[in-house]
C-alpha cells in the first residue's frame, strides 16, 4: 500500500508556513495521541502517519528534498515512523551524486577526510520518550529525573571503534571512496560500497568493549525542565541527548512527548479550566455560598443567587492554567448541576408536599412546556 502525501495527510497546502504547519500537526496529533485512544488501532496508526509527515516538513532540508523526490526521498534512509534514523545525511548524499555527480564532474561524494575517503563517522539516532506528569505539575511547572537507555561513546576506545593502539585502514574495496563504480552500457552507476558501507575505512582490530562501533549501551539519568502551562501532546527536544554517533559521530537528538492525566475534579480546554459541582436544591432555590477548589490547592467562594438552574456556569478569571511561556492565565469556569434530594423522610415529605401546594409560578420554564404540550395534544384532537 502505497504512502499517502504529507501534505494531505496534515490537511495542508504544499506553500504553508512553518506556524500553519506546527497548528495543523499539534491538533492532529492531540485527536489521535495513543493516550486519548486507548485500544484503538487506527487511531494509533493515524497518530504515526501524523508524525512523521510532520517531522519531514517541519525540516527545512528534508522538506526541500521531500517536494522534489517524494517519499523515494527517505527510502532506505531515516524516514522511518517519525522520521528518526542516522542514515538520512549519507542516503540523501548518494541521491544527489547518483543522479548528479557524474554531470558535474564528482568522483565521488560524501564528507571527505584528508586522505579523500568518506567519512566513517555516522550520526546517532534520534530517541524518544514518553513522560505522563499530572495537571497540577503542568499548572506549577516541575524539574524531572528521567532515565533514558542509550548509547553513549565508549570511553575505551574514545568512539573509534579501533583497539587502544591502532586506527582504521582504507577499504581495499572502494580505495577510502565510500563508492564503487560500475559500467552499464553507456551508463556509470555510481553504488554506496558494499565492504564498507560507504564509510570508506575498515576497523581491522575492533575495539573489544564496543565490538568496532564506537559506542557501547548504558543508561542515561538526565534532568528535564517542564515548562508551566505545557499541554498534553506537547514535544520537548534536547539536543544531542539521543544516542551517540557510529564512530564518533555526532549523537542525535532526544525528544520527549508529554502527555497530562485525566483530573478529578478538573477538565481543560486550553488554558482555561472546567469544573462540574453539585449544589442542593435548597441552596439552587433560595441562594447561598459554596466553596470550590482551585488548581493551584486553594479554595474560593462562589455566590450562588437564588433560582440557579443546572449548567449555570460561573468564570472566575485568572484562576485557569498559566499560558506557556508568557504572564497570561486562563480562567476557570464552574458550571453547578442542582441535586434532587433522595432517601427523604417522611417529615420532609411533607413539608415538600406542603411546598408544592403553596407553589404558583415557582416553575415557569415546566409550567410554560406543559401549556405548549396541552395545547400540541389539542391540536391533535381537533
Not at 236 to 252: C, D, H, K
Not at 280 to 296: L, Q, S, Y
Request: hydrophobic fraction near 30%; proline fraction near 5%; charged fraction near 25%.
Amino acid at each position: 500500500m502505497s504512502k499517502r502525501d504529507f501534505y494531505e495527510v496534515l490537511g495542508v497546502s504544499r506553500g504553508v508556513d512553518e506556524k500553519e504547519l506546527k497548528s495543523a500537526y499539534r491538533q492532529l496529533a492531540k485527536k489521535y495521541h495513543p493516550d486519548t485512544n486507548a485500544g484503538d488501532d487506527s487511531a494509533e496508526a493515524k497518530f504515526k502517519e501524523v508524525s512523521e509527515a510532520y517531522d519531514i516538513l517541519k525540516d527545512p532540508q528534508k522538506r526541500a528534498a521531500y517536494d522534489q523526490f517524494g517519499h523515494q526521498a527517505f527510502e532506505g534512509g531515516g524516514g522511518g515512523p517519525g522520521g528518526f534514523g542516522p542514515e538520512f545525511s549519507s542516503s540523501m548524499s548518494d541521491i544527489f551524486e547518483d543522479l548528479f555527480g557524474e554531470f558535474m564532474g564528482g568522483g565521488g561524494g560524501g564528507a571527505r577526510q584528508r586522505g579523500g575517503g568518506r567519512s566513517s563517522a555516522q550520526r546517532g539516532s534520534d530517541l524518544r520518550y514518553n513522560m505522563e506528569i499530572e495537571l497540577t505539575e503542568a499548572y506549577e511547572g516541575k524539574a524531572a529525573q528521567i532515565r533514558v537507555p542509550t548509547s553513549v561513546r565508549c570511553d575505551i576506545c574514545e568512539g573509534s571503534g579501533s583497539k587502544p593502539g591502532s586506527s582504521p585502514s582504507t577499504c581495499s574495496t572502494c580505495g577510502g571512496q565510500g563508492q564503487v563504480r560500475a559500467q552499464q552500457g553507456f551508463f556509470t552507476i555510481q553504488r554506496t560500497c558494499p565492504a564498507c558501507h560507504g564509510r570508506g575505512q575498515m576497523i581491522t582490530d575492533p575495539c573489544a568493549d564496543c565490538s568496532g562501533q564506537g559506542r557501547v549501551t548504558k543508561d542515561r539519568t538526565l534532568s528535564v525542565n517542564i515548562p508551566a502551562g505545557v499541554e498534553d501532546g506537547t514535544r520537548i527536544r534536547l539536543s544531542g541527548e539521543g544516542e551517540a554517533g557510529v564512530r564518533g559521530g555526532p549523537a542525535g537528538d532526544l525528544y520527549i512527548f508529554v502527555s497530562i492525566r485525566p483530573h478529578d475534579f478538573f477538565q481543560r480546554d486550553g488554558a482555561d479550566l472546567f469544573c462540574r459541582v453539585p449544589i442542593a436544591m435548597t441552596t439552587a432555590a433560595m441562594g447561598g455560598e459554596i466553596e470550590v477548589p482551585t488548581i493551584d490547592g486553594k479554595k474560593v467562594r462562589v455566590t450562588i443567587p437564588d433560582g440557579t438552574q443546572t449548567g449555570k456556569q460561573f468564570r472566575l478569571k485568572t484562576k485557569g492554567m498559566p499560558v506557556l511561556r508568557s504572564k497570561q492565565q486562563g480562567d476557570l469556569h464552574i458550571q453547578v448541576s442542582v441535586e434532587t434530594p433522595v432517601n427523604l423522610t417522611r417529615r420532609q415529605k411533607e413539608l415538600l408536599g406542603e411546598f408544592e401546594a403553596e407553589s404558583r409560578d415557582n416553575s415557569p420554564q415546566s409550567a410554560g412546556f406543559f401549556s405548549k404540550a396541552k395545547a400540541f395534544w389539542d391540536g391533535l384532537g381537533e
